[in-house]
């Protein structure tokens, strides 16, 4: 190593924190590549008896490096906790599971038991998964009491996995007598969506040990919203229930509804940007009214509520001596249910806990019509769909009429539909003609609705599967080769758009941000190498890319992906 990066890895290593037990490398921003370069780290593990806990978040590690390190906690027996996240930022995700194996290898080998297991912020995928699974099957795990992989990008693959590492973990710590009792688990931006989440539902419904559960921002329907809330009703000791921004619709939030009645320790929920919808809020406010006394906090933002089914949940709160926050934020009560809606907090001696209403969305139109057509896009599952259909092919064949009716026409495919609740489901049935379709549908002639256009169709982007993969990128670039050879389109319009939509850039308009996930940023990518794109609006970009925002925080290797190539074919000045 060079005499300036000994240097700086010695001073970083003296400011090491040592806590009951703890060795911390937190927060030191090394990048270390190979045993050499933690020689020190090394030696400071080895020298510490009774060592039970190891921070090394927020610096970055290579296989040989962890390999290192691994070898060094071969001996610690005493070992319990592993604070492991975002160690592995600017590595390929290739080199992380070998790191990972070697580590756990390390711990079994060690006769440790761990309780604390964080490798949040890692991105690692599916492999990544794959590189903790022996390590979770393990007796190091029978002990585990707190699980955090929060933004590691596992995917229903990477679920199914843990779910089945964390069931048999389970099922060999009951067979000697002392059973798996995980209490908290974490797993917020996970894209784990219906069939990840029903997995992990089954494997928790198993343990029936669960003080938190936080699996916010996941792509979750009601199918797995359902399945966790069966599960849920088997772990009576919990006490957070984060759920936030999934989709529950009435069916989920009724199910939901129905499980935390049997839950008497519950004191956070957190259900926002869940549409939950009003028939879902008066089922909760049901269960309020027969349970959850030491209720502190409840969060039903945005989902679309009206300001009766919000009164409802209101006053089912009257008698929650304990609660410190309503939060009934961006629903859809209006002016006057805003208000209402105060006087009766008021009126309960409970004013100073309801939180703002700044963002209500006003008095909805058709609530019914409305809240019906929503129901049936939020169903992603074509079983459903196939099944209403051949419901109404057996009715028409039973109905007794002298004249047969001519055969209806298959119903086209629903670009609106899509864009209004995107999923990959609902663009690979559009067919081979998805493209056409959608360049046909968005107005390119308005450089906004274009650039949320974009965002939405990127949003369903999966790396891992070609076709949809496919299906997104030939969708981006009709709309926007469309709208980029058009001499009326605002190619300035668009790019500030997009920025302010991403997060990036503050709106004087009405437009809002979107919650950024890798997709945008990925398809972005691509777009910004084909030739239909402007090469004038390239150093803008990389200019606002390469500045600190937290709007891209939960998909750090798709945005220096993209600052890579944008800082690669940005035009030389």
């Not at 790191?99 to 297991?117: D, H």
């Not at 129901?375 to 259909?389: I, K, L, N, S, W």
């Not at 002639?445 to 599967?465: M, P, R």
């Not at 058009?486 to 997009?498: A, D, E, G, P, R």
């Amino acid at each position: 190593m060079a005499t300036d990066d000994v240097a700086q890895l010695a001073d970083s290593l003296a400011k090491a924190q040592v806590v009951e037990g703890e060795l911390s490398y937190k927060g030191k921003g090394l990048k270390l590549d190979n045993a050499e370069s933690v020689e020190e780290i090394v030696k400071d593990i080895k020298d510490f008896q009774g060592l039970q806990a190891l921070r090394l978040e927020g610096n970055t590690f290579g296989v040989e490096a962890a390999q290192a390190i691994a070898k060094a906690l071969e001996d610690k027996s005493d070992f319990q906790c592993c604070y492991w996240s975002d160690m592995f930022t600017g590595r390929l995700r290739s080199e992380i599971p070998p790191a990972l194996n070697a580590l756990g290898a390390a711990i079994m080998t060690s006769g440790a038991r761990l309780r604390v297991l964080d490798l949040s912020d890692n991105a690692f995928g599916p492999d990544g998964v794959k590189g903790i699974e022996k390590l979770l099957k393990s007796s190091a795990c029978h002990t585990l009491q707190e699980l955090r992989l929060n933004n590691c990008g596992m995917g229903i693959g990477g679920g199914k996995i843990l779910a089945a590492a964390l069931t048999e973990c389970y099922n060999q710590s009951s067979a000697v007598g002392a059973p798996l009792s995980l209490k908290v688990f974490i797993a917020g931006r996970n894209r784990l969506e219906n069939d990840g989440a029903t997995a992990l539902a089954q494997a928790f419904q198993l343990m029936g040990s669960l003080e938190e559960i936080h699996i916010p921002q996941n792509g979750i329907n009601h199918p797995g919203i359902t399945a966790m809330a069966t599960a849920l009703e088997k772990n009576p000791q919990l006490r957070v229930i984060n759920f936030n921004d999934n989709t529950f619709t009435k069916r989920g939030a009724i199910a939901m509804a129905q499980a935390l009645k049997h839950l008497r320790n519950v004191q956070v929920i957190n259900f926002g940007d869940c549409l939950v919808r009003s028939e879902g809020a008066m089922a909760i406010a049901d269960s309020l009214i027969e349970g959850l006394p030491i209720l502190k906090e409840l969060n039903l933002s945005f989902g679309e509520i009206t300001e009766d089914a919000a009164l409802m949940v209101a006053r089912a709160l009257q008698d929650k001596a304990q609660l410190e926050k309503l939060d009934l934020n961006g629903n859809c009560l209006g002016e006057e249910g805003c208000s209402t809606l105060k006087e009766t907090m008021e009126n309960m001696n409970m004013g100073d806990l309801l939180g703002s209403l700044s963002d209500d969305e006003g008095e909805p139109e058709d609530d019914d019509e409305d809240d019906e057509d929503d129901e049936d896009e939020d169903d992603d599952e074509e079983v459903g769909e196939e099944e209403e259909e051949e419901e109404q092919e057996e009715e028409e064949e039973n109905k007794v009429n002298p004249v047969t009716p001519p055969p209806s026409e298959p119903r086209p495919p629903d670009v609106s539909s899509f864009l209004s609740f995107p999923s990959p489901d609902k663009l690979l049935r559009l067919g081979a003609k998805r493209a056409m379709l959608i360049e046909q549908q968005v107005d390119v002639n308005d450089a906004a609705k274009t650039a949320e256009a974009f965002l939405k169709i990127s949003s369903v982007y999966k790396d891992q599967d070609e076709e949809v993969k496919a299906a997104v990128l030939d969708s981006v670039d009709a709309i926007l080769r469309k709208a980029f050879t058009s001499q009326s389109f605002s190619t300035f319009h668009f790019i500030s758009s997009l920025l302010i939509m991403l997060g990036l850039l503050k709106s004087e308009d009405k437009l809002k941000p979107m919650r950024v996930v890798a997709g945008h940023l990925q398809a972005l990518e691509h777009a910004v190498q084909q030739d239909y794109f402007p090469q004038e609006h390239i150093a803008v970009l990389d200019a606002f890319m390469s500045r600190h925002s937290r709007a891209c925080e939960s998909c750090t290797g798709a945005r220096d992906s993209l600052k890579s190539t944008l800082q690669r074919i940005r035009p030389e000045c």
